[in-house]
């Protein structure tokens, strides 16, 4: 025989038909509380969703006046500019081959600034200085630079493309905005072991020659005229 319950009506019916209903309620959110991150964590790990990257398009310009400039209190390596016009020579590191990838123009408070950037295994010697003419190397041919002065930038310890890995540079003549005494950098060729490329100057002024790392390069900058 079945225990004797006392039948519940009236009022005390609907209150336990309310605690009831929420008391479904509370347990329905949290389950869904809890399942919910489960499967959103699910969904994750077969499809991850990457973040959209924005991307801009800077000039060669820009690029080149973005490059690191020498601070006035000596925190780089760049060497002060020299009272005179003289060559500026320096040796290529023990089996260097590099590619020269990419040159560009910028202007700075004071000079101009080239940079060639290089790829490659080692870092690059150099030999700059202001020639009379512009010839190109190998054939002697003359090559036409706009400019009253001419700065010969000769690069050592280069490669072919070929045997570094790394694409050449073959555009030109390059320019830079608003520059006063840079006229415009033209490419000449890689021969035998060595690059060269002509800066057009205003006049002959001072320069100085270093290098920078991380992405490799060589810098040459071009004082303003006193």
């Not at 608003?178 to 415009?184: A, D, K, L, P």
């Not at 100057?201 to 001072?206: F, K, N, S, V």
Request: aromatic share 6%; charged share 20%; with cysteine.
């Amino acid at each position: 025989m079945a225990p004797w319950r006392t039948p519940v009506r009236g009022h005390d019916a609907a209150k336990l038909s309310r605690v009831s209903t929420r008391s479904r309620a509370v347990a329905l959110v949290l389950s869904t509380l809890l399942v919910g991150p489960a499967v959103l964590a699910g969904c994750g790990g077969d499809d991850p969703v990457e973040p959209s990257a924005s991307t801009s398009s800077a000039s060669p310009d820009a690029e080149a006046t973005s490059e690191a400039a020498p601070a006035s209190d000596g925190s780089t390596d760049a060497p002060p500019f020299p009272g005179n016009v003289e060559p500026d020579t320096a040796e290529a590191s023990s089996g260097a081959q590099v590619t020269v990838s990419d040159i560009r123009v910028g202007r700075h408070d004071g000079f101009d600034r080239v940079v060639f950037e290089v790829g490659g295994t080692g870092t690059p010697g150099w030999d700059v200085r202001y020639v009379d003419e512009a010839s190109s190397q190998g054939s002697g041919d003359a090559v036409e630079v706009a400019g009253d002065a001419v700065l010969q930038v000769t690069l050592t310890g280069v490669g072919y493309p070929y045997s570094t890995g790394i694409e050449e540079f073959t555009g030109g003549p390059v320019t830079g905005s608003g520059t006063e005494m840079v006229t415009e950098v033209v490419w000449d060729a890689t021969f035998e072991g060595t690059s060269v490329a002509f800066v057009g100057t205003g006049r002959e002024t001072p320069f100085r020659v270093y290098a920078l790392d991380s992405p490799a390069r060589v810098v040459v900058e071009v004082a303003d005229a006193g």
